[in-house]
């Protein structure tokens, strides 16, 4: 099994012999192919649609993108002036029409499916296992994908190169911590000194340093020089577009949309507690395949019910909620999940690390770890994964992945989840008592739903199974968009309107049923 790591020098080895073309959307693929096939052998191609139709094209060797751009002009402009930045980010220009009686080439999907379309994949399905595996299956990144994350990332560094000729450009998060969906931001990270860099080459004898400037501080220096790309970005970067500076943020960034790819990117640098935690994920997302469904489907049903938000506020985050589901996975019977403590000590000399004082050090090779036999199906960790965080004790216990069980909480927030590498900071340090009550109603509403034999029922028309908990819930008074708080109604009519939603028969004996047990 590959480590982390080597996924990742694999995929940026690839991106730097790729090239990302603008091509007319009726292109004849056979043509496209063979007139780049004169600078090299082509390892693989896909198009995609972004404003417009667009090709990845990887080369088998680097030489090739050099004889590429041999080839390739400035163009010239009307009325303006070009700026003459020569990247791989290029237009394929076709004299004449294109006559449309060649095969289309096929296109790739970018974006992810609407809540609607997933109900409707879902509804198809034979089982709730099925429906989970499915829609891990419809949300998750693509390889082609992943592949475009990477080379813009590249085509970046591309820019920063000229500041920093061996700085590279990571992407961490969701991009390559396998819970990425399809649609999502790429965080990238500027590293100038070698994330993966051994120490300093101390030598007994004579030994030579950098002359280099001095900032006020580390966060100083961090500032300037992402000013200094992000004006360059801005400038010079085709297809970046809307460059913000943000650089008084806790941790500075400039952020741009990225036109070509139609990504939105952040960009930070020397973020190295952050790709650890991206290395994390992506243990437990390769140590058991219900990890990764199960974070899938409680973050589908999150976003359907606005308990997450895309905008900045008091909401959860899906890492907060990732982290969540892993610590519930921890405390199965057998646990399905190890502890980040055990993970530490399964660690080998060479996974040592420590960053600013923090102990990051985890096993890098997944055969290390052992596993427990715990055959749970996915609908039991879904019932069970509502009703657990249903009744968790957030007023005075906090969540721990690194030690897999419930500590007293250090300070009174709301809702408290220990970072996991960074042990004196809330990784939920924003979420406020009104939101983590809306996510208790609706776990408890949930879990309840699942337990009714019609939300099972897989003969009505209507959502069943995962896809009726993904329908407009009772309990949720103050969602994202209303701010004025809703008297609830009763328990019984809020159960009684819900069953009646599902268009089921005799809702009402299993209305008055539930309300004895939901009103407790």
């Known amino acids: 099994i590959k480590t982390f790591q080597a996924i990742q020098e694999e995929r940026r080895e690839q991106a730097e012999r790729s090239v990302l073309i603008s091509c007319p959307s009726k292109i004849n693929e056979k043509k496209f192919l063979d007139y780049l096939s004169k600078h090299g052998t082509i390892n693989k191609h896909f198009f995609y649609n972004s404003y417009g139709a667009y090709a990845v094209v990887e080369f088998s060797s680097r030489e090739s993108i050099a004889s590429l751009k041999e080839s390739t002009n400035i163009p010239a402009v009307e009325h303006e002036a070009a700026v003459p930045f020569k990247s791989r980010l290029l237009s394929l220009k076709w004299p004449g029409s294109q006559s449309s009686n060649h095969p289309m080439p096929k296109f790739k999907v970018q974006s992810p499916p609407s809540i609607n379309e997933i109900s409707q994949l879902l509804s198809e399905k034979d089982s709730i296992d099925e429906q989970l595996q499915c829609l891990t299956e419809a949300l998750e990144l693509t390889e082609e994908n992943v592949s475009l994350r990477f080379l813009v990332c590249s085509l970046l560094r591309d820019i920063a190169g000229a500041y920093f000729p061996e700085c590279i450009i990571r992407p961490f998060g969701s991009t390559v911590n396998s819970f990425g969906k399809l649609g999502c931001d790429v965080d990238m990270i500027l590293d100038l000194d070698g994330i993966y860099a051994t120490s300093q080459k101390k030598g007994s004898g004579l030994s030579l340093e950098y002359q280099v400037k001095r900032g006020a501080s580390e966060r100083a220096v961090t500032q300037s020089i992402l000013s200094v790309i992000g004006k360059c970005v801005d400038q010079f970067g085709p297809g970046c577009v809307g460059v913000q500076n943000i650089l008084q943020a806790r941790c ?136 657990f965080y249903g009744n968790f004790p957030f007023n005075k216990a906090s969540v721990n992945i690194r030690k897999g069980k419930e500590q007293t909480k250090p300070e009174t927030t709301a809702l408290y989840i220990q970072n996991p590498f960074e042990t004196t900071l809330n990784i939920s340090k924003n979420v406020n008592a009104t939101q983590l009550e809306r996510f208790v109603a609706l776990c408890r ?63 009402e004996t299993v209305a008055k049923k539930g309300s004895a047990n939901s009103s407790r």
Not at 334 to 357: F, H, M, Q, Y
């Open 252 to 387: 500075p960034l400039v952020r741009f949309a990225h036109q070509p790819s139609g990504f939105q990117c952040d960009l930070t640098a020397n973020n190295r507690v952050a790709m650890k935690s991206s290395e994390l994920l992506f243990l437990y997302g390769q140590l058991d395949p219900r990890a990764r469904h199960l974070v899938f489907s409680v973050r589908c049903w999150a976003r359907a019910h606005s308990i997450t938000s895309s905008i900045p506020g008091a909401w959860i985050t899906n890492f907060s909620l990732t982290v969540m589901v892993v610590f519930f996975l921890q405390q199965r019977n057998p646990p399905i999940l190890p502890t980040l403590d055990r993970l530490k000590e399964l660690a080998g000399p060479s996974d040592k690390c420590v960053i600013e004082g923090n102990d990051c050090t985890i096993v890098s090779d997944l055969s290390k770890i052992t596993l427990q036999q715990n055959t749970d199906t996915l609908e039991k960790l879904l019932q069970e994964f509502f009703e």
């Open 445 to 507: 509403e949930s879990a309840w739903l699942l337990q009714q034999k019609e939300i099972l029922n897989q003969s009505s028309d209507s959502p069943w199974g995962f896809a009726a908990l993904l329908l407009p819930s009772v309990t949720s008074g103050a969602g994202v968009k209303s701010r004025r708080k809703r008297k609830l109604e009763p328990a019984s009519s809020r159960i009684k309107n819900l069953l009646d939603s599902l268009k089921i028969k005799g809702g």
